[in-house]
């Protein structure tokens, strides 16, 4: 067995020296970062005189992070996904939405009319834009939604989304206290639905104002994520939300990056996946989001999701 260790600063850089010293047939036994980049253990059966086959688009890559042998397809490797899903994504492209169903956790998008709809997540996540978009599709379903924001802190987030509402013809509340947001959800019709619209939160640090305003109205956090967040960044972050009380996922860009990984760690850590959000249109900036969908968009790319957009 010819075992070898490769530096490089990323994973990419370390994968073409593997392939070009040990062939395709190599074994990844370790991988850990390291000052600089990236440090890979691989090994390979055989002598010096084999010559290495070259790698096909379709031939997997044999990863082993930990325990047993699991093989990766080049095209989700890319995705830079966290470790604790090499388990889900290995084995033949053709099954990847079963096991990506049997992994990860999928739920309706919450209609706001039996709870109220909080929309939280990072600083810049979309959150504004998400939210017009869901009092969009409320409206052409025929149920125009009460809209409320808490969000008076952020320079022109008011503004932003009174901007959507009064294309929609729709009043938007301002309420960013807990006694405010009730007497905002006093003026709800029965069987209205109601979004609500938040400033951005690290969950890492003390969220006192947005548990009490969740608390006040009841609400069902709907988490929204930036698709091209750092996979252990986005981990961190769906976490720190579910320790919030939040079940539910929305992310926003999946049209943009080119990597899932960070959409996969939140995932992973819990956050079932609903719709994704895509374009900048509130009219039709929704697409579902299911095992089969969201195995296309790792495979394909974006065009995957954009004739489903809603």
């Keep these: 067995m010819r075992l070898r260790v490769f530096r490089a600063s990323d994973m990419r850089e370390a994968m073409a020296l593997l392939r070009a010293e040990l062939g395709a047939e190599a074994v990844i036994l370790d991988t850990r970062r390291v000052a600089g980049g990236i440090e890979l253990t691989a090994a390979r059966e055989g002598g010096r005189g084999e010559a290495a086959p070259p790698l096909g688009q379709d031939e997997p890559l044999l990863i082993l992070p930990s325990g047993p042998g699991r093989a990766l397809p080049p095209q989700l490797h890319w995705h830079r996904p966290p470790e604790a899903l090499?388990?889900?994504?290995a084995g033949p492209v053709e099954g990847l939405a079963e096991r990506l169903a049997a992994r990860l956790r999928f739920a309706p998008l919450p209609d706001g009319m039996t709870r109220p709809v909080m929309l939280i997540g990072p600083p810049g996540a979309g959150?504004?834009?998400?939210?017009?978009?869901?009092?969009?599709?409320?409206?052409?379903?025929?149920?125009?939604?009460?809209?409320?924001?808490?969000?008076?802190?952020?320079?022109?987030?008011?503004?932003?989304?009174?901007?959507?509402?009064?294309?929609?013809?729709?009043?938007?509340?301002?309420?960013?206290?807990?006694?405010?947001?009730?007497?905002?959800?006093?003026?709800?019709?029965?069987?209205?639905?109601?979004?609500?619209?938040?400033?951005?939160?690290?969950?890492r640090l003390p969220a006192p104002a947005l548990v009490a305003l969740l608390a006040a109205a009841e609400a069902e956090p709907l988490v929204v994520l930036p698709a091209g967040l750092d996979a252990e960044e986005a981990a961190a972050l769906a976490t720190g939300f579910a320790g919030l009380g939040a079940g539910l996922m929305l992310p926003s860009r999946l049209d943009l990056p080119a990597r899932l990984g960070g959409v996969l760690a939140a995932a992973g850590a819990g956050l079932?996946?609903?719709?994704?959000?895509?374009?900048?249109?509130?009219?039709?900036?929704?697409?579902?989001?299911?095992?089969?969908?969201?195995?296309?968009?790792?495979?394909n790319g974006p065009a995957a999701l954009r004739e489903d957009a809603a």
């Design 272 to 299: 079932a996946l609903t719709v994704a959000g895509i374009g900048r249109s509130p009219a039709d900036g929704l697409a579902p989001l299911d095992p089969g969908r969201l195995a296309a968009r790792l495979l």
């Design 127 to 203: 959150k504004t834009l998400t939210c017009a978009k869901l009092a969009t599709q409320a409206l052409l379903s025929g149920r125009p939604p009460l809209v409320v924001t808490t969000d008076d802190a952020r320079a022109g987030a008011t503004e932003q989304l009174a901007a959507f509402t009064r294309l929609l013809h729709l009043p938007l509340i301002v309420a960013p206290k807990p006694a405010m947001l009730l007497k905002a959800l006093a003026r709800r019709v029965p069987g209205q639905p109601v979004l609500i619209d938040s400033a951005g939160q690290d969950p």
């Design 86 to 89: 090499f388990g889900t994504l």
